[in-house]
């Protein structure tokens, strides 16, 4: 089975960090680009970073940019995403997906949540 | 900026109902590169269609897509209770955009 866990998620103070992980399994994970999309509570989905199978090209939403950094290790089928400077507007549950192709989304984790409050 | 997607939408059961999902000549009408997402409260989105029309192994034939100029649309027919959920696009454009998202409501 094709699957995709998150883990990390949790309750941090404004200007904290939190590293978020993805492990995939049942597919090749370095065959992918994979991304990191949120969803904060009650709203819609909001593409966060991606990142190419070598991890040789990496983007981000401007709103994340120079605090975030996506990254991945295939040879531990793993994904992660370092947050730094961390706002309450970052609060959302965080999933990590594979990219089939041309932005399919296929699968997606469980999603991991992430709240910036004091 | 996301896709253009009504908030709401709802049907009967056994109805038919359509979500459309409007972009640009830069995004929806520029390529044939279409996705579309089913979300139940509390739990991941699940792709139900890719590539404008085409539909994963294991999702029922009652949900259909298409694309007409910049503006692709989702119909899901003979509606069932299990139907109810939120549904988002997403549009290939160099980076990716998702739509605003629409809660169908089974009435």
């Known amino acids: 089975e094709v699957q995709l866990v998150e883990s990390g998620g949790d309750l941090v103070q404004p200007g904290g960090s939190l590293r978020l992980s993805c492990v995939g399994s049942?597919?090749?994970?370095?065959?992918?680009?994979m991304f990191w999309v949120r969803q904060a509570p009650g709203k819609g989905l909001e593409w966060v970073a991606n990142i190419k199978q070598d991890g040789s090209e990496r983007y981000y939403v401007g709103s994340v940019e120079g605090r975030f950094t996506i990254s991945r290790d295939n040879a531990q089928n793993s994904l992660y995403l370092q947050m730094n400077s961390l706002r309450a507007e970052d609060t959302a549950v965080y999933y990590c997906?594979?990219?089939?192709?041309?932005?399919?989304?296929?699968?997606w984790g469980q999603g991991t949540l992430v709240t910036v409050s004091s | 900026s996301a896709l253009t997607q009504p908030a709401s939408v709802s049907g009967s059961p056994g109805q038919s109902i359509t979500i459309s999902c409007t972009g640009t000549?830069?995004?929806?009408?520029?390529?044939?590169?279409v996705s579309w997402y089913q979300q139940h409260p509390g739990r991941a989105p699940k792709l139900i269609i890719y590539d404008v029309s085409k539909r994963p192994s294991g999702i029922s034939d009652r949900f259909s897509a298409s694309k007409s100029g910049n503006t692709a649309s989702l119909t899901i027919s003979g509606l069932q209770a299990e139907d109810e959920a939120d549904y988002y696009c997403c549009a290939y454009r160099g980076s990716g955009v998702f739509g605003g998202g629409t809660k169908l409501t089974v009435l």
């Open positions: 049942g597919f090749t994970f370095s065959n992918n680009w």
């Open positions: 997906a594979r990219d089939r192709g041309y932005y399919v989304f296929d699968p």
């Open positions: 000549s830069s995004d929806v009408g520029g390529y044939d590169y």
